[in-house]
């Protein structure tokens, strides 16, 4: 049973007749009445009263009659649908990302419901090492991470360049002058963030190549608890530039330049390689290309293989 024979049998009922269905559907009537037989033969049922003239339906018939139409109903609701989706007049975009690469997302987020206001989007916040299982799970589209993913079924676009930077309350000794080496903060007690990340394996690196302590006394669960607690006058921190910018802009915290600690953090949009992206998805990635553009550095959009 399919919808084209359906269709047919709506035209027999509604005409109440074999040829005049056929001049509606722009058939013969031989093949309607071939039609109908066959829709029959599948369901084991009479479908329409051949002794009477005016095409009256069976109980059969007369039961399948509103299921049929339901049945073209929904088929005329998804195409409808679909067309809306084209039209991104609807749709949900969904995304994964963690404290810290939310933060880049509000000003393209904001760009893209500009554009789209009937995009519904919803950001999950996620660990970075587990946004491309999510992404291959079909749990979310589209990802946001501080690294180069390592699974050839996921894709990478690079979107922003942030720096590592070192950060004081503007009390604290090095505020003044602005700048430290390295062997100079391992008189200073860190305050860091308690997940493992890449990131933070290259400082601790840095530092024992210039045999240097690096004093993590204090490890706490989010970048605004560092940030606060450091603004407090609790030694020193080591963030992206990010997600300290308008702290250092309102000067309640200070930057301050380490020349052994330039680090680049690339942030990049990634997604599944072989999955065809929804409408919503595509948008957005327009959206963020026509943002890098239009705004250029620190925003950007290249190609994962090119960086």
Not at 18 to 43: D, G, M, N, W, Y
Not at 95 to 119: G, M, Q, S, W
Not at 199 to 217: G, S
């Given at each position: 049973?399919?919808?084209?024979?359906?269709?047919?049998?709506?035209?027999?009922?509604?005409?109440?007749?074999?040829?005049?269905?056929?001049?509606?559907?722009?058939?013969?009537?031989?093949?309607?009445?071939?039609?109908?037989?066959?829709?029959?033969?599948?369901?084991?049922?009479?479908?329409?009263?051949?002794?009477?003239?005016?095409?009256?339906?069976?109980?059969?018939?007369?039961?399948?009659?509103?299921?049929?139409?339901?049945?073209?109903?929904?088929?005329?609701?998804?195409?409808?649908?679909?067309?809306?989706?084209?039209?991104?007049?609807?749709?949900?975009?969904?995304?994964?990302?963690?404290?810290?690469?939310?933060?880049?997302?509000?000003?393209?987020?904001?760009?893209?419901?500009?554009?789209?206001?009937?995009?519904?989007?919803?950001?999950?916040?996620?660990?970075?090492?587990?946004?491309?299982?999510?992404?291959?799970?079909?749990?979310?589209?589209?990802?946001?991470?501080?690294?180069?993913?390592?699974?050839?079924?996921?894709?990478?676009?690079?979107?922003?360049?942030?720096?590592?930077?070192?950060?004081?309350?503007?009390?604290?000794?090095?505020?003044?002058?602005?700048?430290?080496?390295?062997?100079?903060?391992?008189?200073?007690?860190?305050?860091?963030?308690?997940?493992?990340?890449?990131?933070?394996?290259?400082?601790?690196?840095?530092?024992?190549?210039?045999?240097?302590?690096?004093?993590?006394?204090?490890?706490?669960?989010?970048?605004?608890?560092?940030?606060?607690?450091?603004?407090?006058?609790n030694g020193v921190a080591l963030v992206p530039r990010l997600t300290a910018e308008s702290e250092v802009a309102s000067g309640v915290l200070r930057?301050?330049?380490?020349?052994?600690?330039?680090?680049?953090?690339?942030?990049?949009?990634?997604?599944?390689?072989?999955?065809?992206l929804s409408h919503a998805a595509r948008a957005f990635l327009e959206v963020v290309e026509t943002h890098a553009r239009e705004h250029g550095d620190?925003?950007?959009?290249?190609?994962?293989?090119?960086?």
């Amino acid at each position: 049973m399919d919808l084209f024979q359906l269709e047919t049998f709506l035209a027999v009922a509604e005409e109440r007749s074999f040829s005049r269905a056929a001049t509606k559907l722009h058939r013969t009537q031989p093949a309607i009445s071939q039609v109908i037989a066959k829709l029959e033969a599948e369901l084991g049922e009479t479908l329409l009263e051949r002794s009477s003239r005016d095409g009256t339906l069976t109980d059969a018939g007369e039961v399948l009659r509103e299921y049929a139409q339901k049945m073209l109903n929904l088929r005329n609701d998804a195409s409808a649908a679909l067309v809306d989706l084209r039209s991104l007049h609807q749709g949900i975009l969904s995304i994964a990302a963690n404290e810290y690469t939310c933060l880049y997302l509000l000003p393209v987020l904001d760009a893209f419901r500009k554009k789209h206001p009937k995009i519904k989007v919803a950001v999950q916040r996620s660990l970075a090492s587990r946004i491309a299982d999510a992404l291959l799970s079909h749990t979310v589209e589209v990802g946001v991470v501080g690294f180069r993913p390592g699974d050839p079924n996921v894709q990478a676009v690079t979107v922003y360049r942030d720096q590592l930077v070192c950060i004081v309350s503007p009390t604290h000794p090095l505020a003044r002058a602005g700048k430290a080496s390295i062997q100079r903060l391992g008189r200073e007690s860190f305050t860091a963030h308690n997940v493992p990340s890449p990131l933070r394996q290259k400082v601790i690196e840095a530092f024992k190549r210039h045999r240097t302590p690096l004093r993590m006394d204090v490890e706490l669960p989010s970048l605004e608890a560092i940030k606060r607690f450091v603004r407090l006058g609790n030694g020193v921190a080591l963030v992206p530039r990010l997600t300290a910018e308008s702290e250092v802009a309102s000067g309640v915290l200070r930057v301050v330049d380490v020349p052994e600690l330039q680090m680049e953090r690339k942030l990049r949009l990634v997604y599944r390689r072989s999955a065809a992206l929804s409408h919503a998805a595509r948008a957005f990635l327009e959206v963020v290309e026509t943002h890098a553009r239009e705004h250029g550095d620190p925003f950007c959009f290249t190609s994962a293989a090119k960086v």
